[in-house]
């Protein structure tokens, strides 16, 4: 049977929606721009056409009546205008009579730029959740990777599609800015994370896909890459000056050395605790073992 779907290689998701229908609305990321990102760059950033994804919609739900979760790719879904969301949500909830929850990737730009009656309207279709990337919520570590955003447009944007009912999962990359940024990235990134309060809330690890000199020179300052107790240590200074109420964090993708998991509101000493034992004894602390050939 000839699937309905046609996707554009590389494709990404969160790990939380692995058993989501994944649709593409957008090619690549709008801004595309950022230092540390190779996700999309062999990808021109381009919208589809409407009603190929309405049909490929439809496609689907003769053969799937049973979607309960879709996640908008590419890089940024919320850029698109609020009139083409609307006729995507309409079709989805047509489609799909179970669905209960759709999500996207975001990028603060996109959700300021919408009004607050756009957002809620959006919500209320059935966009329930958006994923963005902070990555710091340093402005001087920001701006040396070009990310585009500001810790100030950061907070904005997310907590406008919070006051519209659109929950939110951010994601903060560690070592980012290497050793000399380290602290800085740390604090200023928990205080940004503080002002949004977020449902849900993860840490990466910085990677060089094309390797470290790569990095370097996209990056507008002078690198030194954190080692893994450089990195243990920035999370127990972010982790240590958030103060968060309901915030379900997870240090568990592939790229972490340290899993952690648990709630920012009742479990942040238990962390703590748990990163503090990785650092005096790591063979013994739950440190991944492919990673303590590393220290």
Same mark, same amino acid.
């Given at each position: 049977?000839?699937?309905?779907?046609?996707?554009?290689?590389?494709?990404?998701?969160?790990?939380?929606?692995?058993?989501?229908?994944?649709?593409?609305?957008?090619?690549?990321?709008?801004?595309?721009?950022?230092?540390?990102?190779?996700?999309?760059?062999?990808?021109?950033?381009?919208?589809?056409?409407?009603?190929?994804?309405?049909?490929?919609?439809?496609?689907?739900?003769?053969?799937?009546?049973?979607?309960?979760?879709?996640?908008?790719?590419?890089?940024?879904?919320?850029?698109?205008?609020?009139?083409?969301?609307?006729?995507?949500?309409?079709?989805?909830?047509?489609?799909?009579?179970?669905?209960?929850?759709?999500?996207?990737?975001?990028?603060?730009?996109?959700?300021?730029?919408?009004?607050?009656?756009?957002?809620?309207?959006?919500?209320?279709?059935?966009?329930?959740?958006?994923?963005?990337?902070?990555?710091?919520?340093?402005?001087?570590?920001?701006?040396?990777?070009?990310?585009?955003?500001?810790?100030?447009?950061?907070?904005?944007?997310?907590?406008?599609?919070?006051?519209?009912?659109?929950? +939110?999962?951010?994601? @903060? #990359?560690? *070592?980012?800015? =290497?050793?000399?940024?380290? /602290?800085?990235?740390? &604090?200023?990134? $928990?205080?940004?994370?503080?002002?949004?309060?977020?449902?849900?809330?993860?840490?990466?690890?910085?990677?060089?896909?094309?390797?470290?000199?790569?990095?370097?020179?996209?990056?507008?300052?002078?690198?030194?890459?954190?080692?893994?107790?450089?990195?243990?240590?920035?999370?127990?200074?972010?982790?240590?000056?958030?103060?968060?109420?309901?915030?379900?964090?997870?240090?568990?993708?592939? +790229?972490?050395?340290? @899993? #952690?998991? *648990?709630?920012? =509101?009742?479990?942040?000493? /238990?962390?703590?605790? &748990?990163?503090? $034992?990785?650092?005096?004894?790591?063979?013994?602390?739950?440190?991944?073992?492919?990673?303590?050939?590393?220290?």
């Amino acid at each position: 049977m000839h699937y309905p779907i046609s996707y554009e290689e590389p494709m990404f998701r969160p790990p939380s929606e692995a058993r989501s229908l994944i649709l593409q609305p957008a090619i690549g990321c709008s801004w595309n721009r950022c230092a540390f990102c190779e996700m999309y760059t062999g990808k021109k950033f381009r919208i589809r056409d409407l009603a190929e994804m309405k049909e490929e919609i439809r496609g689907v739900g003769e053969i799937q009546t049973d979607i309960r979760k879709v996640f908008l790719a590419d890089g940024n879904a919320m850029v698109l205008q609020v009139d083409y969301l609307m006729e995507l949500l309409g079709a989805l909830e047509k489609a799909f009579p179970k669905l209960n929850r759709v999500s996207a990737y975001a990028l603060p730009g996109d959700l300021f730029v919408k009004t607050d009656d756009e957002l809620k309207m959006i919500h209320e279709a059935g966009l329930k959740l958006i994923y963005v990337g902070i990555e710091s919520g340093d402005d001087e570590v920001l701006k040396l990777i070009n990310k585009g955003e500001t810790a100030a447009s950061s907070v904005e944007g997310i907590l406008k599609a919070k006051k519209a009912g659109i929950k +939110s999962s951010v994601m @903060i #990359l560690s *070592g980012l800015g =290497g050793k000399r940024y380290s /602290r800085q990235h740390a &604090e200023n990134s $928990a205080t940004v994370v503080n002002a949004i309060q977020p449902e849900y809330l993860s840490t990466l690890v910085l990677s060089y896909p094309h390797g470290m000199e790569h990095y370097k020179k996209r990056f507008k300052g002078d690198f030194e890459p954190c080692d893994i107790p450089d990195l243990l240590r920035e999370l127990k200074i972010f982790i240590g000056a958030t103060e968060l109420d309901q915030t379900v964090f997870r240090s568990d993708h592939a +790229s972490n050395y340290l @899993i #952690l998991k *648990g709630n920012l =509101g009742r479990e942040k000493e /238990r962390m703590l605790q &748990e990163i503090d $034992a990785a650092l005096e004894n790591p063979g013994m602390a739950g440190l991944r073992p492919e990673w303590l050939r590393g220290l």
